[in-house]
Nanobody, 121 residues
Framework: QVQLVESGGGLVQAGGSLRLSCVAS????????MGWYRQAPGNQRELVAR???????NYSDSVKGRFTISRDNAKNTLYLQMNSLKSEDTAVYYC???????????????WGQGTQVTVSS
């Protein structure tokens, strides 16, 4: 059984920074691509950033240059450093495991419970 537990969300002013963390249980972490998704009210869940086992990264256009995804395999932990936050970054952020390309875009096998990020303008 794989469990993903996020932390680090909260309320921040526009222009500020937050760092999200996700601790993974089980043995899948180091071998799998991991990612961060987000979902704002009324919107579909979208992939924000993804990092492969080989540490190749990709980002959505909306966060490129502001967010950085990283992983520490020794600690089974995934991070998302978010800088220059904007009000439109407000959403519930989800950690995801085994993120791979599928017929409908990137799909994930495992999900965390989500952490709220609210950016005030």
């Amino acid at each position: 059984q794989v469990q993903l537990v996020e932390s680090g969300g909260g309320l921040v002013q526009a222009g500020g920074s937050l760092r999200l963390s996700c601790v993974a249980s089980g043995s899948i972490f180091s071998r799998n691509a991991m990612g961060w998704y987000r979902q704002a009210p009324g919107n579909q869940r979208e992939l924000v950033a993804r990092i492969t086992a080989g540490r190749f990264t990709n980002y959505s256009d909306s966060v490129k240059g502001r967010f950085t995804i990283s992983r520490d395999n020794a600690k089974n932990t995934l991070y998302l450093q978010m800088n220059s936050l904007k009000s439109e970054d407000t959403a519930v952020y989800y950690c995801a495991g085994n993120v791979r390309s599928g017929p409908k875009g990137f799909e994930a096998s495992y999900w965390g419970q989500g952490t709220q990020v609210t950016v005030s303008s």
